[in-house]
């Protein structure tokens, strides 16, 4: 009978909980949520300071491509729990 590896199945819990707490403050600094914590978002302190080589807000999106992807992989790795 197999037994699964504890430290693994805890070391996956982990990632996944790690990326839920980057994409919830994440989300919140992004949103301006969390004002207590972030005192300006991204967006405020790129049209405070605009610069020549600060990108257009539509290039942004790639970090919903990025963390659908990490989402993806983490998926995967979960599902060894079960395998």
Same mark, same amino acid.
């Given at each position: 009978?197999?037994?699964?590896?504890?430290?693994?199945?805890?070391?996956? &819990?982990?990632?996944?909980?790690?990326?839920?707490?980057?994409?919830?403050?994440? #989300? $919140?600094? !992004?949103?301006?949520?969390? =004002?207590?914590?972030? &005192?300006? #978002?991204? $967006?405020?302190?790129?049209?405070?300071?605009? #610069?020549?080589?600060?990108?257009? $807000? *539509?290039?942004?999106?790639? *970090?919903?491509?990025?963390?659908? *992807?990490?989402?993806?992989? &983490?998926?995967?790795? &979960?599902? !060894?729990?079960? =395998?």
């Amino acid at each position: 009978m197999f037994t699964h590896n504890k430290w693994k199945i805890f070391v996956m &819990l982990l990632a996944l909980a790690t990326y839920t707490a980057m994409v919830v403050l994440n #989300t $919140g600094a !992004g949103s301006g949520a969390f =004002r207590g914590v972030f &005192l300006n #978002t991204v $967006g405020n302190i790129s049209n405070k300071y605009n #610069t020549d080589f600060t990108p257009a $807000g *539509w290039t942004f999106f790639i *970090w919903n491509v990025i963390y659908a *992807w990490q989402f993806a992989w &983490l998926g995967y790795a &979960l599902s !060894g729990i079960c =395998r």
